[in-house]
């Protein structure tokens, strides 16, 4: 049973930081590729950024430069440190993880980011 947890959203002023954390069990993650995305209201769910098993990652356009990915396989972890947050980065964040085709996703987690 893969277990998704994620922790760190919040409120937040333009120009501030949050650090979102995801702890996984239930598998070996190391094998998988790890990310996140978000959903704004109104609007698609969206990749935000994703580290590949083999330790590449990419990032949307939109947030490339701000926000940083990083995962730890020993501890079953990946994170998304965001910086100089924008009210356009408002959304419900989500974990992921997949192997192929198949994708776990977290429960979710707001950020808001106040003008």
């Known amino acids: 049973q893969v277990q998704l947890v994620e922790s760190g959203g919040g409120l937040v002023q333009a120009g501030g930081s949050l650090r979102l954390s995801c702890a996984a069990s239930?598998?070996?993650?190391?094998?998988?590729?790890m990310g996140w995305y978000r959903q704004a209201p109104g609007k698609q769910r969206e990749l935000v950024a994703r580290?590949?098993?083999?330790?590449?990652?990419n990032y949307a356009d939109s947030v490339r430069g701000r926000f940083t990915i990083s995962r730890d396989n020993a501890e079953n972890t990946v994170s998304l440190q965001m910086n100089s947050l924008k009210p356009e980065d408002t959304a419900v964040y989500y974990c992921?993880?997949?192997?192929?085709?198949?994708?776990?996703w977290g429960q979710g987690t707001q950020v808001t980011v106040s003008s």
């Open positions: 580290s590949s098993s083999g330790g590449a990652t």
């Open positions: 992921n993880v997949a192997l192929g085709a198949t994708n776990y």
């Open positions: 239930g598998r070996i993650f190391s094998f998988y590729d």
